[in-house]
């Protein structure tokens, strides 16, 4: 059974860093592309940023130049990296890892939470 673990949320000051890691465990890891979506109350899940397996990022506009996606193979991890952090940002952020063929589904995390006070 696959399993995505995050950790690393938190309370921060507007301005303020976190670093966010979500672990895979139960299954493959480093041919799948990962990604960190945020959710806010009353708004739909988005996409902040994804990593290819060849560390091909992308990241949403909102947090393109804030934000670092990175991976870690021989960890099974997937970080984010978030500088300058804004109220805007307080969301629940969820790790998935995405489906490599038919033969696999996606998986998510349980979430973790990031509040960014003004």
């Known amino acids: 059974q696959v399993q995505l673990v995050e950790s690393g949320g938190g309370l921060v000051q507007a301005g303020g860093s976190l670093r966010l890691s979500c672990v895979v465990s139960g299954g493959l890891f480093n041919r799948n592309v990962m990604g960190w979506y945020r959710q806010s109350p009353g708004k739909q899940r988005e996409l902040v940023a994804s990593i290819t397996a060849g560390s091909t990022t992308n990241y949403s506009g909102s947090v393109r130049g804030r934000f670092t996606i990175s991976r870690d193979n021989a960890k099974n991890t997937v970080y984010l990296q978030m500088n300058n952090l804004r109220p805007e940002d307080t969301a629940v952020y969820y790790c998935?890892?995405?489906?490599?063929?038919?033969?696999?589904?996606?998986?998510w995390g349980q979430g973790t939470q990031v509040t960014v006070s003004s």
């Open positions: 998935k890892r995405s489906r490599y063929n038919s033969f696999e589904s996606d998986y």
